[in-house]
């Protein structure tokens, strides 16, 4: 049976970040962000689903139902975990990746909206929304334990978003 509460969401996006070794809480703030926990919501850009995922990237990480709120989870947090990897754990980077495209974050070209994105998904979080805000370690193995937010901090912004 899908879930069918927020709580029921929640428990789901705990459960799968634990597992894929991403931290629960960036994951809910993200869901949050993009989709205020609506498992129908639909983007003018064709984004879809809690994360908010375009078609394209639905399929890169093999989420055949963007509606569906397991998978469309299951995929969000898969393509976060790549942006985490392949932005060294650096959170605001990774989160401007997930929001507008690694290739536009590796060639500096992010646009309003994305510069908003990474401060606005922090704030969720509760934490400064600055290129020094809160960072999460890359994502562990699974099952390891996952860092606090709260108690990991960037140690250089990254240049490629330093205007956020």
């Known amino acids: 049976m899908p879930p069918r509460t927020r709580k029921d969401l929640e428990?789901?996006?705990?459960?799968?970040?634990?597992?894929?070794?991403?931290?629960?809480?960036l994951v809910k703030?993200?869901?949050?962000?993009?989709?205020?926990?609506?498992p129908q919501a639909v983007s003018a850009k064709g984004a879809l689903g809690l994360?908010?995922?375009?078609?394209g990237t639905a399929d890169e990480v093999g989420v055949q139902d963007p509606f569906n709120p397991e998978q469309n989870l299951r995929g969000?947090?898969?393509?976060?975990?790549?942006?985490?990897?392949?932005?060294?754990?650096?959170?605001?980077?990774a989160l401007t990746?997930?929001?507008?495209?690694?290739?536009?974050?590796?060639?500096?070209?992010?646009?309003?909206e994305g510069r908003a994105y990474a401060?606005?998904?922090?704030?969720?979080?509760?934490?400064?929304?600055?290129?020094?805000a809160a960072e999460a370690a890359a994502p562990s193995t699974p099952g390891a334990p996952i860092p606090s937010l709260d108690v990991v901090r960037a140690n250089e912004p990254d240049p490629r978003i330093a205007n956020l």
């Not at 703030?29 to 609506?38: G, Y």
């Not at 990746?97 to 309003?112: L, M, R």
Request: aromatic share 6%.
């Open 76 to 93: 969000g947090i898969e393509y976060l975990r790549r942006q985490l990897t392949a932005f060294k754990g650096d959170v605001p980077s």
């Open 97 to 112: 990746a997930y929001h507008s495209g690694p290739g536009n974050v590796e060639a500096g070209k992010i646009g309003p």
């Open 29 to 38: 703030a993200i869901v949050k962000q993009e989709s205020n926990w609506n």
């Open 51 to 55: 994360m908010q995922l375009l078609p």
């Open 11 to 25: 428990a789901l996006a705990n459960r799968l970040a634990a597992k894929a070794g991403v931290s629960p809480d």
């Open 119 to 132: 401060p606005a998904v922090l704030a969720n979080l509760g934490q400064v929304a600055a290129p020094q």
